[in-house]
């Protein structure tokens, strides 16, 4: 079935250095695509959003970048801090009572 | 401070008895969701409910009941036909029109 995938389960990174995760997604009738940050044993929490008719969102420190024709999403973190090491997910709507489909997570740990 | 509840933290049962784990959200949100994750995996649906007093199966609702009695409360029983409930067992809601789930600090589960 059509799903959200992550394409690498662990991403280190120096700290200071930019972070980019990526993620591939195969359902082209999304329209809404979201980033969350899950630290060990809590839930997950937003980070940023992008709708399909948008291309690149920035927020605090990320980036959000959609690629519609190879379905490809990607977070960029900016000057990659200690307290960024978490499992990032990307998750997309499917388009119909607000359900989210998760890829698997990359797990991104920082190095001092 | 507006948010989502879940209870217990951690939780430990026998197996072959069902237990109910608790979510409450105070954000006047229509939509709750609850999600199983497993180690090193993403974030599968069980159910979700748009309205009160209505609810549909998501993708792993085997061996799961929920009820919604009030729109604060989305209460998820884990019942003794579910094979394998050891699991850390997220909620999540979203306003009306929202994409944006927000999501509960977690309850683990661990059946003995």
């Known amino acids: 079935g059509e799903s959200v995938g992550l394409h690498l389960p662990t991403l280190s990174v120096q700290e200071g250095d930019n972070s980019i995760i990526n993620c591939a997604y195969s359902?082209?009738?999304?329209?809404?695509f979201i980033w969350y940050k899950q630290e060990s044993g809590k839930g997950p929490q937003f980070i940023i959003d992008?709708?399909?008719?948008?291309d690149k969102r920035q927020g605090q420190r990320v980036t959000v970048l959609l690629n519609k024709t190879v379905k490809h999403l990607s977070l960029q973190i900016a000057a990659t801090q200690p307290g960024d090491s978490a499992v990032y997910f990307c998750?997309?709507?499917?388009?119909?009572?607000?359900?989210?489909?998760f890829g698997a997570g990359t797990t991104v740990t920082v190095r001092a | 401070d507006g948010g989502i509840t879940q209870s217990p933290k951690y939780l430990f049962r026998k197996e072959g008895q069902n237990v109910t784990l608790s979510c409450e959200q105070n954000?006047?949100?229509?939509?709750m969701y609850w999600y199983r994750q497993d180690p090193g995996q993403g974030l599968r649906l069980i159910y979700y409910?748009?309205?009160?007093?209505?609810?549909q199966k998501g993708d792993i609702a085997e061996g799961y009941s929920v009820s919604r009695e009030k729109k604060e409360s989305f209460p998820l029983t884990v019942t003794s036909a579910q094979k394998n409930p050891t699991a850390f067992y997220l909620c999540?809601?979203?306003?009306?029109?929202?994409?944006?789930?927000?999501f509960g600090p977690g309850t683990r589960l661990t059946v003995l």
């Open positions: 999540a809601s979203t306003g009306t029109g929202g994409n944006e789930q927000f």
């Open positions: 409910s748009q309205i009160v007093n209505d609810f």
């Open positions: 992008i709708r399909s008719n948008m």
């Open positions: 359902n082209s009738a999304s329209d809404y």
């Open positions: 998750a997309e709507n499917l388009g119909h009572d607000y359900k989210l489909s």
């Open positions: 954000l006047n949100h229509d939509a």
